[in-house]
C-alpha cells in the first residue's frame, strides 16, 4: 500500500479506537505511526494495541511505526475543602506547601521545585492558563499572588510556569516503568515530555540506550531558547502547540513552528507537527476550513508529519479525521507551488560524501525524471539524508533492519521495505528495481537513482548513485 503524498500522519489510540479491526482501518484511511500517550490507560490496555498495531502490520505487509509517550512530570494544585472555589480577578491568592485543603484565599501547590524557581513578577496558569495569578512575593514553600485572570479553581488542577526552569527531571518514576514497558513491547520511538534543557535530552538517550528513536516533545519555552542543542541531542522533534500556546503567546507559536521544523530539517531530523490540528472533527464529522488551512500550512512548511490526538483518542469520528487529513496533504502535494516553496528553503549541505550524493540524487532524479530515489540503508542515516533533500520522487527505502523501517515510517517521503541484505553490486540494482516495481512505485521503461554504501552493511557510509532502468 503507497501513500499518495510524502507528509506522514500520526494518529493517537485511545477508547475510541484501539480495536483491531478499527486499528486496520486507522491505517488503511492513511495512518503511517500509532501514538501510544502514557498519560492515559494501563500497561494492559497499551500490551493489546501494541500486539493490534504489530497484527494489522503483518496482514498490511508494511512496517508500521510506535510512539510510546511518556507522560513526564505534572505540576497540580491540591485540593479544596469544597472541591471548587471562584477566583475574582483582582484578589489576592496564596499557593504554599501546606497540605490542608485549600479555599477561597489560599491552596496547597506540593512541588517546592516551583518555589525554588519562582520570583516576583512570575506567572503561575492554572488550569491551562484559564486562571493567571502573578507572584508579589515568595519565600521558601510559599507565594503570595494577584489574580490577573479569575475564574474556577478545583481539585488538582494543571500548574504551568512559563519562563523559568524548574529543577526537575524530565523523567519521573511513572515514566521510567513505562519507558522499561514500552521498550520491552517494541516502541519505535519514545516521546520525553517537560523537556526544559539539553541535559534531559541526554538523560533520555541514556536511559533509552539506543533501544528506541528518542523524540523530544516540545512545549516549554525554556527548550526554545535552547533549540539548536536539542535538536543535536535529539533523533527526533514534536512541536506540542497546545502546551506551547499555554506558555507563551498565542502568537508566538506560528513563528516558533516554522524556527522548529526548518531547524530540523536542516538537521535532518523528522519533525512532528502535532495538537489542535483538526480539533473540531472530536464531535464533528468535518473540520473548520481553519484547521484545514493549518494542517495544509504544516505540510507546505515541509514537516515530516502530522498528529492527531483526541481526534482519533476519543473522538466520535476517528477514521474521518484521518480520511481528511490524509485529503488535506494529498491535495497540498498536488499544487505547483509546493515542492517550489520547498526549494526556496532549500537547506546547506555539510561538506561530506553522504550529503554529496543525497543531493545529488535529488538533482538527477529531477534531471532524468526517475520515478523514485532508492535509498539502501541499515542505521536509516542514508535514508534520512535523502529525505533532507525533499525530493519530487518518492524515496523507496530498503533495509535488512526491521526497527530501522518502523523507525523511518514517520520520515517524509519514505516508503519503508524491510528485505534482506544485498550481496552484490548487480543483486542491490536487481532488487531495487524488482522491489520498485513491486511496490508500485516504478513501471517498466521508467529509471530509479539508487543510493548505497559500499562495504554493504556498514551505517554512515553513502556512497554511490546508480541510475538504473525498470525492465519488468
Known sequence: MRRQRSAKIVATLGPASSAPERIRALFEAGVDVFRLNFSHGTHEDHRHRFEAIRAGESAAGRPIGIIADLQGPKLRLGTFCAGRIELAAGSHFRVDLDNEPGNESRAPLPHPEIFEAIRPGTELLIDDGKVRLQVE?????????????????????GVNVPNAVLPLSAVTEKDRADLAFALEQGADWIAFSFVQRPDDVAEARKLVGGRAGVMVKLEKPAAIQRLPEIIELADGLMVARGDLGVEMPPEDVPSVQKQIVHGCRLAGKPVIVATQMLESMITSPTPTR????????AVYEGADAVMLSAETATGSYPVEAVEIMDRIACRVQEDPLYFSTLEGTRIEHEHTAPDAISAAARQVASLVGAAAIVSYTTSGATALRAARERPEAPILVLTSNLGTARRLAVLWGAHCVHTRDVRSFGDMVQRAVRIAHREGIAQAGQRVVITAGVPFGTPGATNILRIAWVDR
Open 137 to 157: 512575593t515568595c519565600g521558601a514553600g510559599f507565594a503570595e499572588t494577584c489574580c490577573m485572570v479569575g475564574g474556577a479553581l478545583s481539585d488538582r488542577k
Open 290 to 297: 481553519a484547521e484545514a488551512s493549518d494542517v495544509a500550512t
